[in-house]
T-cell receptor
Framework: SQTIHQWPATLVQPVGSPLSLECTVE??????LYWYRQAAGRGLQLLFY??????ISSEVPQNLSASRPQDRQFILSSKKLLLSDSGFYLC????????????FGPGTRLTVL | DQQVKQNSPSLSVQEGRISILNCDYT??????FLWYKKYPAEGPTFLIS?????DKNEDGRFTVFLNKSAKHLSLHIVPSQPGDSAVYFC????????????FGPGTRLSVLP
């Protein structure tokens, strides 16, 4: 069976500090990977998705970046956090074929002070 | 401009009765739709999907109805149970690989015992 891990579960960081959130998937190969942010009143906003190693698509301009150094590893980063980066970040994966549901990780609650 | 709308931020239903959650979309190119359920501090979990070639899909207590001409879909839960209390997200996609799902803002369902 497939599992998705995301850490840390909660994180409190000062403004201007760097960020690294990690997501890994087990039990499948070549998944599509996604980073979402849950924003109040806007549901789940897709930030980045990746269909393969080193392939990143960005959906919205922002202070964040993503990388996929390995097939089942997806990292969300920032060089300098802003207050507006606070939120609930979710990683998800899906099979790399048509019209498949996405499976979400437990999420990371990020608070920038 | 939100392409996927869930106009009811919250809904309360008595246990045993029917819950109806609504979702409207504006993009006529959307042809695949999903519903997710989310408990606090957890990642969303997939509930049920429907493609545009169908107008109804049923899975146990959950049924999704799609009205393409009205650009409207709904999720029916019968009978509602207290464990169904959660936030429900509607999501839609137009591309062949289902990568770019657009999520609605969610509806918080409370099932009262």
């Amino acid at each position: 069976s497939q599992t998705i891990h995301q850490w840390p579960a909660t994180l409190v960081q000062p403004v201007g500090s760097p960020l690294s959130l990690e997501c890994t998937v087990e039990g499948t190969s070549n998944p599509n990977l996604y980073w979402y942010r849950q924003a109040a009143g806007r549901g789940l906003q897709l930030l980045f998705y990746s269909v393969g190693i080193g392939q990143i698509s960005s959906e919205v301009p922002q202070n964040l970046s993503a990388s996929r150094p390995q097939d089942r590893q997806f990292i969300l980063s920032s060089k300098k956090l802003l207050l507006s980066d606070s939120g609930f970040y979710l990683c998800a994966w899906s099979w790399g074929s048509s019209y498949n549901e996405q499976f979400f990780g437990p999420g990371t609650r990020l608070t920038v002070l | 401009d939100q392409q996927v709308k869930q106009n009811s931020p919250s809904l309360s239903v008595q246990e045993g009765r029917i819950s109806i959650l609504n979702c409207d979309y504006t993009n006529s190119m959307f042809d695949y739709f999903l519903w997710y359920k989310k408990y606090p501090a957890e990642g969303p979990t997939f509930l049920i999907s429907i493609s545009s070639i169908k107008d109804k899909n049923e899975d146990g207590r959950f049924t999704v109805f799609l009205n393409k001409s009205a650009k409207h879909l709904s999720l029916h839960i019968v009978p509602s149970q207290p464990g169904d209390s959660a936030v429900y997200f509607c999501a839609a996609s137009e591309d062949n690989y289902g990568q770019n799902f657009v999520f609605g803002p969610g509806t918080r369902l409370s099932v009262l015992p």
